[in-house]
């Protein structure tokens, strides 16, 4: 097995005969041109989160039933194991008792607070009424838990189990057989300029070959994105739908601290067009986790999911939750699945399988995916064994089993009975229909009805975007701290750090393009027909229109400026943009937030 230190000291070694001279170092870099160290392993998975650690768990478990070890491989783009993982969280602990059936005998395990109560609330401008919620919302059993916390958790029990887990090794391109099936990953170049020349540190990338690759990066990661699009693996689902959480973590007065209190609200901020709602959960060690989801659907493209969120901390019960002496500690945001089970594409591709939040398993009613993310990588790692065991069989690695096990089990069961809920609300009943006919499913019908609400026309979120001139500026109230601050402020407490000098990560491409002209048509667009969405949609501040009346990429004396450095990897801007030409790629491996209590 390879260490961290061994592996770099390989690339480190080939580094050196790229380098001979200076001048060398700040050539443009060709990939065409560049010989990569490669590994041989039996499994790779992209991403160690959750879904990833948990299919790496399971592989090593079912070694003995093999009779033989297997190299399994984890790359995660953090600089640590955990540092990108973002959640509410309230965990359903379905997956990790099967999983880890001797888990609270672990002296170290994170899951010390659990759910005592469950309640929901509809907000008006001051007033937060109770009301009866769903029985998916119920939380017995549960857990409040640091989602961050508990994927370092699983990471060191997979590094226990002699699983090689790579943080700061960002999966940036897959690699191809001659066929054109899967055989493995490529991690991201380091040391390029801005300007995409090789500096001094320049190491090249290395290509991870595997017999089965297995993609885990979270939602709208950019590998799933590529493989979807090249395998067609939607043509048989809708598209996937998205909503953007904002999260604060506070330690409260102690006045205000309710331990293993779980608290949604629905209505204000929010208007009667926008889906979305609040959470408040009462963590362990006086910690409360609060934050907002948004639907990416959202029409109003002056809306501001950050100033949303400010201002949903205004309310009167979110003011008194937050008075006294309760300090902020952390912030930060990430895109979520919400499509349910009529947009999870096909599972497998010609040598692997997309798993969690990769393919889309959230229970958005329950507002868990957790628990569903786990199973389908023991799943997948089932499947992965099975494949590998064939020694005899020629060609890529055959995972359609994993789909077959999958839609067996009781991860589909769980979506099913929830989904039409969530699509209800792109029906002609509206919002309110939508609340109406969700109160019934899930309180009386529990899914089994003949049938299925479809997203038919197929509008994607940056679909369901309206022109600006339809509606009216929001005029959002000025920061008010300590409840509420600036942006800039808040990004602060996320601990996001990028390399200033190297690519930018998000890139303004359309049908592989990258050119002026495409800029240039982006700003006239975005700024005419939509009010400049991103630079109020983005939750880290990266996009700005600025005036320039010389810039060549410019319109209407305007640029697009892309404070990279800002990222926190949320993916929105990709989901969002209503033109589609912003592309998320990954940065730097290690670089993006450095998430530790959310």
């Known amino acids: 097995m390879l260490t961290r230190t061994v592996l770099r000291s390989r690339i480190l070694n080939l580094n050196r005969l790229l380098h001979s001279s200076s001048r060398i170092s700040r050539q443009l870099f060709d990939p065409s041109t560049v010989e990569r160290v490669s590994e041989d392993v039996d499994v790779c998975i992209v991403g160690a989160g959750p879904a990833g650690l948990s299919t790496a768990i399971r592989l090593k478990q079912l070694e003995q039933k093999l009779g033989k070890e297997l190299r399994v491989v984890v790359l995660e783009k953090g600089a640590e194991v955990g540092s990108h993982t973002l959640s509410g969280a309230v965990i359903e602990p379905r997956a990790l008792d099967e999983l880890l059936p001797d888990w609270a005998l672990r002296d170290d395990h994170p899951l010390t607070q659990s759910a005592t109560s469950s309640h929901m609330r509809f907000l008006t401008k001051s007033l937060s009424i109770p009301i009866p919620h769903p029985p998916q919302m119920s939380n017995q059993g549960n857990y409040i838990v640091s989602l961050s916390r508990f994927t370092a958790w699983l990471g060191n029990i997979a590094e226990e189990m002699g699983i090689e887990v790579y943080p700061g090794f960002a999966g940036a391109g897959i690699v191809y057989t001659d066929d054109g099936s899967v055989a493995g990953v490529r991690t991201n170049e380091v040391g390029l300029d801005r300007l995409g020349c090789m500096k001094e540190s320049f190491e090249p990338g290395m290509e991870f070959r595997a017999r089965v690759t297995l993609v885990a990066e979270g939602a709208h990661g950019s590998l799933a994105k590529e493989l979807i699009q090249k395998f067609d693996l939607r043509r048989n689902s809708d598209p996937q739908t998205y909503g953007i959480g904002l999260k604060e973590v506070w330690r409260v007065d102690p006045t205000q601290y309710r331990p293993g209190e779980v608290i949604h609200t629905m209505g204000w901020p929010l208007d009667f067009r926008t889906y979305g709602g609040g959470w408040v959960y009462h963590m362990a060690d006086g910690l409360v986790s609060i934050g907002l989801v948004i639907g990416l659907d959202y029409a109003n493209p002056y809306l501001s999911p950050y100033k949303e969120f400010q201002r949903m901390k205004h309310h009167p019960y979110f003011a008194e939750l937050l008075s006294g002496n309760s300090t902020r500690i952390a912030y930060g945001g990430r895109s979520l699945n919400e499509g349910g089970l009529q947009s999870v594409p096909q599972l497998y591709f010609p040598g692997g399988a997309l798993v969690g939040c990769s393919a889309g398993f959230v229970n958005i009613a329950k507002i868990k995916g957790t628990h569903n993310a786990m199973k389908s990588g023991m799943l997948a790692a089932e499947a992965a064994a099975a494949a590998l065991s064939q020694e005899s069989s020629s060609g890529p690695a055959d995972m359609s089993q994993y789909e077959t ?87 602060t407490l996320t601990g996001t750090n990028h390399a200033e000098d190297q690519p930018v990560h998000l890139r303004v491409r359309k049908g592989g393009n990258e050119n002026t002209a495409l800029r240039k048509l982006h700003v006239q667009r975005n700024l005419s027909e939509y009010a400049g969405l991103l630079q109020r949609a983005c939750p880290a501040g990266v996009y700005e229109y600025v005036e320039d009346e010389t810039a060549a990429d410019g319109w209407n004396g305007h640029k697009l400026v892309i404070n990279s450095q800002n990222c926190i990897h949320c993916k929105l801007c990709d989901i969002k943009v209503p033109t589609q030409d912003i592309t998320w790629t990954v940065p730097e491996g290690g670089g993006g937030p450095k998430y530790t209590i959310v």
Request: hydrophobic residues 35%.
């Open 405 to 491: 096990a999958l839609k067996n089990s009781w991860v589909w069961s769980d979506l099913n009975e929830v989904r039409n809920l969530r699509e209800s609300f792109h029906t002609p009943l509206g919002i309110w229909g939508g609340i109406m006919y969700s109160g019934v499913d899930s309180l009386l019908l529990k899914g089994r009805t003949p049938w299925t609400f479809r997203n038919r026309a197929r509008l994607t979120d940056a679909q369901r975007t309206q022109p600006a001139y339809r509606f009216r500026p929001i005029n959002y109230p000025p920061p008010q701290p300590p409840l509420s601050t600036d942006l800039l402020t808040s990004l």
